[in-house]
Every structure is written in C-alpha cells, then in structure tokens.
C-alpha cells in the first residue's frame, strides 16, 4: 500500500504538471478567449475604495459566442479535465497513505505538505467550478502545486511509521486538520494575491515581466476580493487551529500551553503576518497593494514553518521531522 | 506698533505634542506597524536557543561562540520572550489598542442606540436602487407592510411620515459585526493580561520519579530537579502533596516506535492522610486541585549494591538518561560513603568509588555498548569503575548524571577497571581489583514528570475562544442600510421607491436587497 502511495505521488505531480503545461498553453493561444474578455471587463466596478464589487455577478459567460472556434477555450478545458485527474489521484496518494501507516495522514512533514496540497487543490477547483471565468489563474494555481508537491517528496519524503503517543490524541487531530485546512486555502490564497500585484503592475503600465504576465488574468479588483475572501475564511480556522486546539493539546501533553518553541514561534509569527493583512485591509490609508503584499509574506512564513523549520530547526514538534 | 501678540501658546505646546503622539499611536497605521515589529522580533527567539526551552542548548551555545554569546545575553538573545524590547513593543501595542478600541466601544454603543437616519433625497444614486413601482394600497399601509417585512429580517427599522404624505422606511442591519470586532480586540487583552498573571503566580518543576514506595517526593522546591516559580509565588506557597511511582508501563510497536506510556501513581495530599491509587497517561496528565503533573518521558532506573573492602553494603537507585530512541542510556553510581574504617570513623577521601555505565534494555547481538529494542528484552550494564577522590566535598555542584571530569583528568579519580567496560546482567556482580564487588541488583523504570500550576490557564482559554468568535462575526459580518419611500399617487394607491448601500464590502448585497424588495412589493408585484 505504502508502495502503491509512492506510485500515485508520482503520477499525482505529472497530471498537475500537464494540467499546468496545458493551462499555459491556453494562456498562450486564447487570445480572444472569455478569459481575454473578463480581463478587459472594465472596472466599472471600483468606486471608491470600500464600494461592493459584486463578486457573484454574472460574467461573460464561458459559452459566449466563440469565434469560429477557440483554441484556447478547448485547451483550457481540457487543463481543467487535468487538474481534476490530479486531484483524484492526489486524493488517492493520501488515503493509501493512510491505509499504509494506519491512522491519519499526516504524523510528518511529508504527509503534511501532502495533505495541505491537496486541501488546496480542492479549494482551487471549487472556486473554479463556482467562478469558470477565473480559469486563467489554473496555471498558477498549479504551478503552485507542482513546487510544493515537488519539494515535498524530494527533501520531505519519509517512509510510513507510527505515530508517537503523544501524537495519539483527539486534539492532536483537530488541531493538526484545521491547520492543513487553513494552509491549504492560505496557499491557494496566495495565488490570486500574486496575481493581483501582478495585474495592479500591469495596470499600471508596467510590462516587464512579471507584470506581463498581467496582460491575461483576470481583472485586478476581482482577484483582490477573492484573495481578501479566501483570506478571511482561512484566518479564523488558522486562529482555532495553531492558537487554540494546538494549546489546548500542548497542555495536555507537555503540561503548558505555550513554550515558544520554533514551530510555535512562526505560527505565532504566520497569524500576526495575517492579522496584519486583514488589518491592513481595513485601514482606508493603507493602498490594497501593500496588504496584499503583506498576505504574501504570510504565506512565506507559513512555508518557513513548513520547511524551514522543521528542517533547521529542532524543537518538540520534531515529530514533524524532515526523512522521519 | 500694535501691542504685540500675545505670545505663542507655549504651554499648550507640550500639550498638543502629547495628544498629537496619542492619536498617532492609536491609530490603525501604528498599530499596523506594531504588529509588524511584533512579528520580527519574534524570530531570533526561534532562530537562537531560549533558555526558556533549552537551557542545554544555551550552554553549548556558548561553547560554541565563546565571543558572540555574552553579547547576545546582554540584549537578551536568549531569553528573548521575556526581553524588555520585546515587552516594549507589545505594551506600545496594547496602549494602542486601549486607546483605539474604548472610544469605538463607546461610538458603537451611540451607534446601537440611534434610530436609521432618514432616506437620502436621491435614492437613485445609491449603489442598489429599486425604480419606482405603483402600488394599490396607500403610503401608510404600504410603508407598514415594507417595515414588517424588515423587521421579520430583523433590520432596525423606523417609519417616517413626512409633512407632504410621503412615507419613509429606513432600516440597518450588521452591527453584530462592529460588536464582534470589539470583542476580538477586548478578547486580545483579556488573553494578555491572563498569561501576564499566570507568569506571575504560576509555578512549575521536573523531577525524574522512579518506581517504589522508597522514591516518592513531595511537593517542595527543594525536591524537584529543576523548578521555577512565578515572581510572585514564594517557595512556601507551593500546595502540599506526595507522589510515588508504583507501575510504569511502555508498549511498543515491532519496530521500538513507542505505541504507549502509562503511570500508575499513589497520591498524598494531605500531611498523614491516606494515599490514593491515580492513573495518567501522555495526553492525560494527572489533574490535582493545585497543579498538574504530566508525563513527559520515562528511562531505567539501575539498582546498584557496592560491597565495601569493611563488609559493609550500600544499594543506590540511579537513573540512567536515555541518549537515543532505542533507551541506550548512561548514567554514574557514585559512592562517597564507603571504605570508612568501622574502628577509627574516619573517611579517607581516596577510597571514594563511582561507577560509569551505560546501560541497554536489548543489548545489540552484533555486540557494542547499543541498544536495539527499547523494552527489555535483553538487558545488559557496561560499567566503568574509578576510585579515588570523586570531588564531591568541594563545594563544586556537578552533575549527578556524570562523574566529576575535572577530577579524571587531574589524576585524583583513576579508573581502577581494564581497558573496557565490564559487562553485568540483572543479578551478576562483579569484584574489583581491591576485592570489593558492585552487583547489578535490578532495574526499574522512572517517569519524567513536569508538574505545573497556571492559575489563568482558563481565563487565557475563555478569552481565546471569545476572541474566536468575534473574529467569526467581524468577518462574517455585514453592515449595510436599505429604504424605501412610498409617496401618494394621484387619485389612490401609492408609489415605492427603494435604495440599498452597503456599508462594508458584501458581494451578496444585491441578491438580499432584490429579495428584500420583492418581498416588500407583496405576492401581487405591486401594479394594479
Ligand atoms: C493587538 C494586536 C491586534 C490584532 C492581532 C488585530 C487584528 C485585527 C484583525 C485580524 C482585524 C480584521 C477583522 C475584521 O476585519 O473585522 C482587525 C480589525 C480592526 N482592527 Fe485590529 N488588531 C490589533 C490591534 C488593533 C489596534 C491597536 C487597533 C487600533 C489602533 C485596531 C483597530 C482595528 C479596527 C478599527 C479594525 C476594523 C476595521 C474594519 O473592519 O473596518 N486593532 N484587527
């Protein structure tokens, strides 16, 4: 079974990464797609800073009158039909993952970065299925992917062992499952933040690039909200999650319930960061650029704590141990 | 010339400093700023060893950096949750949020007790707006039928009658999500004030208890390993009760991944009163009424008899530390009490015995000082002996886990056994040079506890909690004002005009405000 996991890992990154090579191909080709449309939507929208921008408004739908036939709409959805081939398989690599050890899938870094990865996907598909004109963002989202999966089984990758007993807690998988929730949808956050910086740049009239890439996504006020959105939710699941079941089982079974250990040290750091993004956000003096570029670093410390932690430093969470 | 002006208003200069640096420092851009720094600053803590966490580390820290390290414990590198920088910038943000959040209490409590204003003269110009309809009931029945359907959303709703006959409906709603907001913000100093009283009279202490009746501590500063009390809590403070260790139980898994612990324990807790059987386990700490004892680990005990060159016998219980995963551990016996002569009384310094050992629960077949499986499956102790003078008088703390180096390498300890250790099993002993004998009696397992009292844990807890679910409304929440204005049609009947604004981003206000309206407009969509 354990075998059978390593063997979907395998297939898992290469869907994606055809799921990403066809996504950008469909960047390159759609010229007159939807896509190219939604981005050239003006932002009639952006009134005043504050005004709704109507999120659930019926774009221009994906079955608009193609010309002749598009190129890219086929691509794309044929991108899509990938991603979802990945996530199955995705899925299937963590559930035999579980089979194998026995328990829940994520007792070590590897196992972790599996989970939150997937998490993410699924979270990536279902703003997909409810938002199809946000397609364009596919490539990102699984270029995404594809270096986080990648990292994890070239420098994570741990072969299935047990849990140690003070992992054998209920807490310990309340704690440990609403943060993958929340760091999956944080890292799928991350990629409409980066877009939208991107799009602001091109907006801008900037056209290195970075910022050229803004050309074709979509428009900048749209992947504000939904950055701001997925932000949102994922900042209360993070709070219960690192800062209150996390405690509440350090208690338990270290006997407190805050010891500034590393990984505690960059959870705490990970939700000031976000804290100050939804701060930021809600500071009328403070340009939407500048927060988004804080939920950015965000995330960077939140791979610190994945990676960079566990792999520099040593603490009690060393269950989550680089190679077991 | 005009008499000259009065002077510049010095006195109020200072004044006007003070409350210009009051307003900077609460506003949202500071704050901002703050929880930045906050967040630097909290890295060298993760990057340096804390003293906190791993006093060890720390120690070979300094080792490691002989310059660099005092340095570093000047600015408090190493204990850099507890430094006044990091204090000060924590405090700053809390002045900030005090002086932010008292006058928005104050504001939303103004805001929860004033009625909706009026409808705005052009309600075409909000962002939803409802285009006039005509409806077969009159202004003021039309006006009660829009405000009842309000109220059913529960929107605060306030019906005007204007001079002309016009009639208004102003209503709003989403102000649990100011009150959530406040609530966090509140929510974040109760939990700040609760971890700064539980540092204060909180107390913890380790302390290594081996199994049987003979092993048992109480609660005093003096029995615990290493300890540490609140600033404000005195070591008679401390709460009475005993502990001893009467079963300690460690299943594994096939491969030595441990699969459980679990403590069996007799408890005191009052001078002369009964002892009581309790059980915990790693996840389940022993809960007293003044502290909690947890179960951090566990090792081997070694149970040593030294028969002196006199006859007389002496029998220590040792804690071995474990040094891997697999429980090798190694640990001294020392005995400065021996060799005394039974004629004169008097202890000659150089007769002093210590043994060096490292001890393995299942010893490696291939041979070699390792353990393979941590239970024991096939114990075996690798002792070392010295005699001579173990430095024990000098005044010097030393280790009990370690024979006084300094004395090894100074020639007053010598090693009186061959080249390598000498290998005993539970039961055997072994004669000395001298002809003096150590036997290896037994082992018996030991739990490493950490007891701990934190008075505030619970109200560091509510306030968490609290602060959750304010944050959950404050995000979830919407505010966001709707009206309508009937006015009367010519001959009967009226007509309804209705407006929308939403106060905070809310992508779904369009879909409400449209249902809100239809439902206002009744079954019959208006026109007659
Ligand atoms: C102690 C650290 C603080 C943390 C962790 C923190 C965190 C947050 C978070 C996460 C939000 C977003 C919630 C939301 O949008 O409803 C928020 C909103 C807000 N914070 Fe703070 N905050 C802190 C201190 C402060 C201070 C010092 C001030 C005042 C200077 C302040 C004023 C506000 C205001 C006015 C909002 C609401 C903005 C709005 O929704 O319109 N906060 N804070």
């Known amino acids: 079974m354990a075998e059978l996991s390593n063997q979907?890992?395998?297939?898992?990154?290469?869907?994606?990464?055809?799921?990403?090579?066809?996504?950008?191909?469909?960047?390159?080709?759609?010229?007159?797609?939807?896509?190219?449309?939604?981005?050239?939507?003006?932002?009639?929208?952006?009134?005043?800073?504050?005004?709704?921008?109507?999120?659930?408004?019926?774009?221009?739908?994906?079955?608009?009158?193609?010309?002749?036939?598009?190129?890219?709409?086929?691509l794309g959805r044929i991108a899509v039909g990938f991603n979802w081939l990945a996530f199955a398989l995705h899925l299937g690599t963590v559930v035999t993952r579980g089979i194998a050890a026995d328990r829940m899938p994520w007792g070590n870094m590897y196992e972790f970065t599996l989970t939150v990865t997937l998490v993410g996907s699924a979270v990536w598909l279902g703003v997909l299925t409810r938002k199809p004109e946000l397609r364009h963002l596919g490539l990102f989202a699984a270029l995404?992917?594809?270096?986080?999966?990648?990292?994890?089984?070239?420098?994570?990758?741990?072969?299935?062992?047990?849990?140690?007993?003070?992992?054998?807690?209920?807490?310990?998988?309340?704690?440990?499952?609403?943060?993958?929730?929340?760091?999956?949808?944080?890292?799928?956050?991350?990629?409409?933040?980066?877009?939208?910086?991107?799009?602001?740049?091109?907006?801008?009239g900037k056209r290195r690039f970075p910022y050229s890439l803004g050309a074709k996504v979509p428009e900048a006020a749209l992947l504000e909200r939904l950055t701001f959105r997925l932000h949102a939710f994922a900042f209360p699941l993070f709070t219960f999650g690192a800062l209150i079941a996390g405690p509440i089982w350090a208690e338990a079974s270290w006997g407190r319930y805050w010891g500034w250990d590393p990984k505690e040290v960059w959870a705490f750091i990970s939700w000031i960061v976000y804290a100050s993004y939804l701060h930021a956000r809600a500071t009328p003096s403070v340009k939407r650029t500048v927060a988004t570029w804080i939920a950015i670093l965000g995330f960077a410390t939140m791979l610190m704590n994945l990676f960079g932690v566990n792999l520099f430093f040593s603490g009690l969470h060393s269950y989550a141990n680089a190679g077991g | 010339m005009p008499a000259a002006p009065p002077p510049p208003r010095k006195p109020h200069f200072a004044w006007s400093l003070l409350r210009n640096s009051w307003r900077q420092l609460t506003s949202m851009r500071t704050a901002l700023v703050l929880l930045f720094l906050l967040a630097v600053a909290a890295i060298p803590g993760s990057v340096l060893p804390q003293r906190a966490v791993s006093p060890e580390k720390v120690t070979a820290y300094y080792t490691q950096h002989p310059d660099l390290a005092p340095k570093l414990e000047q600015i408090g590198g190493f204990a850099v949750y507890a430094s006044p920088w990091f204090a000060a910038i924590y405090l700053l943000l809390f002045t900030s949020l005090v002086g932010c959040v008292v006058p928005r209490l104050r504001d939303h409590f103004r805001a929860l007790r004033t009625v909706p204003p009026d409808a705005p003269k052009r309600l075409e110009r909000l962002p939803q707006h409802?285009?006039?309809?005509?409806?077969?009931?009159?202004?003021?029945?039309?006006?009660?039928?829009?405000?009842?359907?309000?109220?059913?959303?529960?929107?605060?709703?306030?019906?005007?009658?204007?001079?002309?006959?016009?009639?208004?409906?102003?209503?709003?709603?989403?102000?649990?999500?100011?009150?959530?907001?406040?609530?966090?913000?509140?929510?974040?100093?109760?939990?700040?004030?609760?971890?700064?009283?539980?540092?204060?009279?909180?107390?913890?202490?380790?302390?290594?208890?081996?199994?049987?009746?003979?092993?048992?501590?109480?609660?005093?500063?003096?029995?615990?390993?290493?300890s540490s009390l609140g600033p404000r809590v005195d070591a008679a403070d401390l709460p009475f009760f005993c502990l001893?260790?009467?079963?300690?139980?460690?299943?594994?898994?096939?491969?030595?991944?441990?699969?459980?612990?679990?403590?069996?324990?007799?408890?005191?807790?009052?001078?002369?009163?009964?002892?009581?059987?309790?059980h915990f386990t790693v996840n389940n700490p022993l809960r007293l009424s003044q502290a909690n004892v947890h179960l951090l680990g566990h090792g081997y005990a070694v149970e040593l008899r030294y028969t002196d060159r006199f006859g007389a016998q002496q029998t220590k219980v040792v804690p071995f530390l474990p040094t891997d995963g697999l429980f090798t551990s190694s640990g001294v016996g020392s005995f400065p009490d021996v060799n005394i002569d039974p004629k004169t009384n008097k202890r000659d310094v150089n007769l002093q015995v210590g043994f060096e050992g490292v001890f393995v629960p299942t010893v490696d077949p291939a041979g070699g000082a390792t353990s393979v499986f941590p239970a024991e499956n096939n114990p075996a102790l690798f002792l070392t002996a010295y005699r001579g003078d173990l430095g024990v008088e000098v005044g010097n703390p030393g280790s009990v886990y370690s024979l006084d180096q300094g004395q090894i390498a100074n020639g007053e300890l010598k090693k009186v056994s061959g080249d390598r250790p000498q290998r005993l099993t539970p039961g055997q002993s072994w004669t000395l040079d001298d002809g003096t004998k150590v036997e290896f009696l037994a082992t018996r397992p030991f739990a490493t506890l950490a007891v701990r009292y934190d008075p505030t844990a619970t109200l560091v807890l509510a306030g968490a909690v609290v602060g959750l679910l304010g944050l959950m409304l404050s995000l979830g929440g919407h505010r966001r004002r709707l009206w309508f204005r009937i006015s009367p049609r010519d001959g009967s009947g009226s007509l309804m005009e209705a407006g929308g604004l939403p106060r905070t981003d809310y992508p779904g206000f369009a879909e409400e405000f449209g249902q809100i309206v239809g439902a206002a407009r009744g079954p019959d969509g208006g026109t007659p």
């Not at chain 1, 054998?168 to 956050?189: D, E, K, P, Q, R």
């Not at chain 2, 039309?142 to 309000?150: D, G, P, T, V």
């Open chain 2, 130 to 226: 409802a285009a006039v309809e005509e409806r077969a009931d009159d202004p003021a029945d039309a006006a009660q039928a829009a405000a009842s359907e309000l109220r059913k959303r529960r929107f605060r709703t306030k019906v005007r009658e204007r001079g002309d006959g016009t009639w208004t409906v102003s209503a709003e709603k989403g102000f649990l999500k100011e009150t959530g907001n406040l609530f966090f913000h509140f929510a974040l100093l109760t939990v700040l004030i609760g971890v700064g009283f539980g540092h204060w009279y909180g107390w913890h202490g380790n302390r290594i208890l081996v199994e049987g009746n003979d092993q048992g501590f109480c609660n005093s500063v003096t029995q615990y390993d290493e």
């Open chain 1, 8 to 74: 979907l890992m395998a297939v898992t990154v290469l869907s994606y990464l055809a799921a990403m090579v066809l996504y950008a191909a469909e960047y390159a080709f759609g010229n007159k797609s939807h896509i190219g449309r939604a981005a050239q939507r003006p932002a009639r929208q952006l009134v005043g800073a504050g005004a709704p921008v109507p999120l659930d408004d019926p774009l221009p739908a994906a079955e608009e009158p193609a010309p002749k036939r598009d190129r890219g709409v086929l």
């Open chain 1, 144 to 204: 995404a992917l594809v270096m986080l999966l990648g990292a994890d089984g070239l420098i994570a990758y741990a072969p299935v062992g047990p849990l140690v007993p003070a992992l054998n807690s209920y807490w310990f998988i309340i704690h440990v499952s609403t943060i993958i929730l929340a760091s999956g949808i944080f890292l799928i956050g991350a990629v409409p933040a980066a877009m939208f910086l991107v799009r602001a740049g091109y907006d801008e």
């Open chain 2, 244 to 278: 001893r260790l009467t079963d300690f139980q460690a299943a594994y898994q096939t491969t030595g991944q441990p699969k459980s612990f679990d403590a069996d324990v007799e408890v005191q807790t009052k001078q002369d009163g009964p002892w009581k059987a309790r």
